[in-house]
């Protein structure tokens, strides 16, 4: 594209070429309206299959208005957008002061360095607030202005120029993103607002230490040292960092999302709290609070096409790794992201009330679909073991863990990373017929009981956040916190309806649905409130499954005479309460076994 220098793309007169990658070239122009210099982003055409253009351009353009619209003083502002020849452009500010990338390849100060990141963890946190996730933080996307102060540039470039292959094979050289500094659930194209976070973790390890992470010559060993190998100590390069630094970015680089900062605005909480030194000198510091962040416009899809049979080869190897990847945990020689404070916390949901009457004549038509890189997981009981499939139910893994109150029961829920499952397991008489819980590391493969005697516990349940296993203890509904391994609720309303059971959770984690079976009665408990709302169902027959649909739209029930019934909660994502919605009564759809907590990735559709 240098035959553009000397060119006039409307007002804007072609300079010189500031720099080019594999999918768009950048130069410097003249705006010869406004007078002053501008960068100019070009995508370029033949970085994509032909098919799929007309998406990318369609997409260029919503993208373009939605980053045209942030304003903040460390966001690179975009000022315009167009085409040349069927490439379009991104007009934006242009800064003098390079990028950090020059500055890199030495440490400096961690004062310095966090100067340098609070500003950008700042922007950061106004983007997701306007439902924008970066993808591709870098130095190089880091520019500075002529007094030092750093600029984000290059927000939802990666985002706009994703296509269906690029969304897996990011880190192959033909797609978007950048290996060193992508987090490691990016490899499959799922990236959220604690991406984000991992990456500019990453930034401040390099600029710290002088290093980043993880290097290796090929994005494949880029992964494979990600998933295999812990994150090396960063006092093992910088001996004088003091503790706090260490710690934050331990969390910040955890391979689990569940282990990191829950938000950018927790991150930035993480940083003010570091010790009181020189790098808040002379600088006014806002004060950060921890606060639930949006959620954050992200595609989660699985790539299920391959670019061409001689990348076969390659793809197998990403699936391998991002298996391990799935099974190891985040530590690193010593320090677990665990024991580094500032988990999630959960957002207050509105309480509901429902009536029981309505008929559903349709068809609902869901059907599952084999999980596109292969690595779906069933857990289930197996005699006197456990056993663990794959989507066509091989048995992959059969587990005898060691435990001391019975004979396995049945109960089975993954962990969101797909590392541990929980169970329960007792009944014997010989034991006081009560059961227990516990959980099991399939990367450990080791247990640990989670309950005491004397209340008997069961039905355990996972939250899709990570954060709390619901059960039944005494016939009390019980809400356990995970990292603190200590119960925070109990009752939640349903203290004389019965024994619920069979929990399942909204795909949010705010909301859990769960059943009595005599009188046959389907219950919605919220987390935040603690309110249980209770909708018998008449003559019900045989209970099969219960089940929450991935859109969180739909509580499903297959049961014996009803055979599918289904009951439309969206209301709880829109008022704090809800009246007059019904059940809907169909005999035609079996509940997919992905909607299950037993099946690892749960909802995979």
Not at 281 to 309: C, E, F, G, W
Not at 495 to 518: E, M, V
Request: hydrophobic fraction near 35%.
């Amino acid at each position: 594209m240098s035959k553009l220098i000397g060119q006039s793309l409307g007002r804007y007169h072609i300079l010189e070429q500031l720099g080019e990658g594999g999918m768009a070239t950048v130069y410097r122009a003249y705006d010869t309206r406004l007078e002053r210099d501008v960068a100019i982003k070009i995508i370029r055409r033949d970085a994509f299959p032909p098919n799929q253009l007309d998406r990318i351009l369609k997409r260029f353009e919503r993208e373009a208005k939605a980053l045209a619209k942030l304003s903040h003083p460390n966001i690179i502002k975009v000022i315009d957008y167009g085409g040349h020849e069927g490439s379009p452009y991104l007009i934006m500010e242009y800064l003098q002061g390079g990028t950090l990338k020059q500055r890199l390849g030495k440490p400096i100060s961690w004062h310095e360095a966090v100067q340098l990141v609070v500003p950008i963890a700042e922007a950061l946190e106004y983007a997701h607030e306007h439902l924008i996730i970066h993808r591709d933080i870098k130095p190089s996307n880091i520019l500075l202005t002529e007094k030092g102060q750093p600029m984000l540039t290059d927000f939802g470039i990666a985002k706009i120029l994703e296509t269906e292959e690029t969304a897996t094979l990011t880190g192959m050289g033909i797609g978007v993103g950048t290996p060193e500094y992508m987090a490691p659930e990016q490899w499959i194209g799922q990236s959220s607002p604690r991406s984000d976070i991992y990456s500019l973790g990453v930034v401040l390890y390099e600029m710290i230490t002088g290093r980043k992470p993880y290097v290796a010559d090929t994005p494949a060993a880029i992964l494979l040292k990600q998933a295999s190998d812990p994150i090396p100590r960063p006092k093992n390069f910088a001996r004088d960092l003091p503790d706090a630094i260490e710690q934050l970015l331990i969390k910040a680089l955890a391979k689990e999302q569940g282990n990191r900062y829950s938000s950018m605005a927790d991150f930035l909480v993480g940083l003010q709290n570091l010790p009181a030194t020189s790098w808040k000198q002379n600088k006014p510091i806002k004060t950060y609070r921890q606060k639930p962040h949006p959620q954050v416009r992200s595609d989660k899809k699985l790539s299920r096409s391959l670019l061409a049979m001689a990348l076969l080869t390659m793809v197998l190897l990403v699936t391998a790794v991002f298996a391990v990847l799935k099974l190891a945990d985040g530590g690193s020689s010593g320090i677990n992201s665990r024991d580094v404070p500032g988990s999630p916390s959960s957002s207050p949901g509105p309480s509901i009330t429902i009536q029981t009457t309505g008929v559903f004549t349709g068809t609902p038509g869901y059907t599952t679909m084999p999980d596109a890189l292969n690595l779906t997981r069933i857990v289930e009981r197996c005699g006197t073991s456990i056993c663990i499939q794959d989507g066509q139910r091989t048995i992959l893994t059969v587990v005898a863990p060691a435990i001391d109150s019975g004979p396995i029961t049945g109960s089975f829920s993954w962990s969101p990373d797909g590392i541990k499952f929980v169970f329960d397991a007792g009944g014997d008489p010989a034991l006081g017929g009560r059961r227990d819980l516990y959980i099991y590391n399939t990367v450990l493969k080791s247990t640990t009981k989670i309950t005491k005697p004397p209340n008997n516990n069961q039905d355990p349940s996972w939250s899709p956040d990570g954060k709390y296993i619901v059960f039944q203890s005494n016939c009390l509904i019980t809400l356990m916190d995970v990292n603190k391994n200590q119960v925070v609720a109990s009752g939640f309303g349903t203290d004389n309806t019965g024994c619920p059971g069979t929990f399942r959770w909204s795909p949010d984690s705010n909301w859990f649905a769960w059943l009595i079976t005599q009188p046959f009665t389907v219950g919605i408990s919220n987390v935040a409130n603690k309110n249980a709302s209770v909708f018998p169902m008449k003559n019900p027959g045989r209970f099969v499954k219960l089940a929450w649909s991935a859109d969180g739209i739909y509580i499903h029930v297959n049961s014996g005479s009803l055979q599918f019934a289904r009951l439309d909660v969206q209301c709880l994502k829109e008022s704090i309460s809800c009246t007059g919605v019904t059940w809907e009564y169909a005999s035609n759809f079996a509940i997919p076994d992905s909607w299950s907590p037993y099946f690892y990735p749960q909802w995979q559709q």
